[in-house]
């Protein structure tokens, strides 16, 4: 069965950095993008960031480039969000997903960020 | 970047069908079919129910359909049934710098 789990989520200053890893199990996690997605408490999705099987490629939403940093180890079948300089508005579930065929098919449960003084 | 437009909730009573539109751009619904919908209950992650506009994945109900028209996708649901109510998301690739966006997301009561 396939499976993603998040961690790392916890109480964080404004300013402070966390790093949430995801790990999969279950299928074949080199052979695909892996998608970071978060939600802010009450609101909706928000994609946040992307990154090739490979690891070359990467994408971020405009609001978290030059502060996130997304990477993953093929090797320990895991993705990771590195985040820096966090703000009150990062705080939101951070969820892991599969990218197949251009959808996201597989989620973990997500990881709770909270960015407060 | 905005998100894609949904109507922020819809309704309709057992047994009827409703449509959850999303509204987009040629730049991302109008552009490819990488049109996908997820349902997500309170508390929960979401969950694929339809990927390419139209394809279902397996095991979710053929209640559940997919369609496209110029820059706007819609997701229909038949029979509705109590199950269904939850919110319910769009998402689609787009030319833009940032490649992938939700849309504001629809709550589906039944009534």
């Known amino acids: 069965e396939e499976q993603l789990v998040e961690s790392g989520g916890s109480l964080v200053l404004p300013g402070g950095s966390l790093r949430l890893s995801c790990a999969a199990s279950?299928?074949?996690?080199?052979?695909?993008?892996m998608t970071w997605v978060r939600q802010a408490p009450g609101k909706g999705l928000e994609w946040v960031a992307n990154?090739?099987?490979?690891?070359?490629?990467?994408a971020y939403v405009d609001s978290v480039r030059g502060r996130f940093t997304i990477s993953r180890d093929n090797a320990k079948n895991s993705v990771y969000l590195q985040m820096y300089s966090l703000r009150a508005e990062d705080t939101a579930v951070y969820y892991c997903?599969?990218?197949?065929?251009?959808?996201?098919?597989?989620w973990g449960q997500g990881t709770l960020v909270t960015v407060s003084s | 970047q905005s998100a894609l437009t949904q109507p922020a909730s819809v309704s309709g009573s057992p047994g009827q069908s409703i449509a959850i539109s999303c509204t987009g751009t040629?730049?991302?619904?109008?552009?490819?079919?990488?049109v996908s919908w997820y349902q997500q209950y309170p508390g929960k992650a979401p969950k694929l129910i339809i990927y390419?506009?139209?394809n279902r994945p397996s095991g979710v109900s053929n209640r559940f359909s997919g369609s496209k028209s110029g820059n706007t996708a819609s997701l229909t649901i038949s029979g509705l049934q109590a199950e269904d109510e939850a919110d319910y998301y769009c998402?689609?690739?787009?030319?833009?710098?940032?490649?992938?966006?939700f849309g504001g997301g629809t709550k589906l009561t039944v009534l």
């Open positions: 997903s599969t990218d197949i065929s251009t959808a996201l098919h597989y």
């Open positions: 279950g299928f074949s996690f080199s052979t695909y993008w």
């Open positions: 990154i090739k099987p490979d690891g070359s490629v990467k």
């Open positions: 040629s730049s991302d619904v109008g552009a490819y079919n990488y």
């Open positions: 390419e506009v139209s």
């Open positions: 998402y689609s690739y787009t030319t833009s710098r940032v490649p992938w966006m």
